[in-house]
């Protein structure tokens, strides 16, 4: 069996939230074709997932998370990269390209109250080489709804 590729999964919160509940699950449940990585503000999302036997680290700041995505980038050029906010998502294709990395990056999308917040500005990354995640079919359809071309969401 080939090694488990690198998967870093970047959270806009270190809370236990959907979200992160969620991410933890994707990465356990991708035991052993990934190795994943959290990478969150600080929060219990980190105990659960070092408990959980997945590596964590806490970023206290954007330009720590861009430091740590630079880090993690550089050392794994091959790895994937799964985000969930836009500017992580940019900030993560900018950061692959100054690279040279050839890993995937996967953005999930999950909804929330602010239509504009959880689904409008996600057109934006159609221009980067970006696959976007809809957690559910309700997801799918807002994103389209505010011009996320079909053939870019699985």
């Known amino acids: 069996m080939p090694p488990p590729v690198p998967l870093t999964y970047v959270l806009h919160s270190g809370e236990l939230f959907g979200t992160e509940r969620m991410a933890l699950?994707?990465?356990?449940?991708?035991?052993?074709?990934f190795e994943?990585?959290?990478?969150?503000?600080?929060?219990?999302?980190?105990?659960?997932?070092?408990?959980?036997?997945?590596?964590?680290?806490?970023?206290?700041?954007r330009l720590a998370l861009v430091t740590q995505l630079w880090r993690q980038?550089?050392?794994?050029?091959d790895g994937a990269l799964c985000t969930t906010g836009v500017w992580q998502a940019l900030a993560g294709s900018l950061l692959q390209a100054l690279l040279g990395c050839r890993g995937a990056q996967l953005?999930?999308?999950?909804?929330?109250?602010?239509?504009?917040?959880?689904?409008?500005?996600?057109?934006?990354?159609q221009r980067f080489n970006i696959r976007m995640i809809a957690v559910?079919?309700?997801?799918?359809?807002?994103?389209?709804?505010?011009?996320?071309?079909?053939?870019?969401?699985?």
């Open 136 to 154: 559910s079919e309700f997801v799918r359809d807002r994103l389209i709804a505010h011009g996320v071309s079909a053939d870019r969401i699985t």
């Open 25 to 33: 699950a994707t990465l356990l449940a991708l035991r052993p074709q």
């Open 73 to 77: 980038l550089r050392q794994q050029p």
């Open 107 to 125: 953005h999930v999308v999950h909804g929330g109250t602010d239509e504009r917040l959880s689904y409008g500005r996600k057109r934006w990354l």
């Open 36 to 61: 994943g990585l959290i990478l969150a503000p600080p929060g219990p999302i980190h105990a659960l997932a070092r408990a959980s036997g997945i590596a964590s680290i806490e970023t206290r700041s």
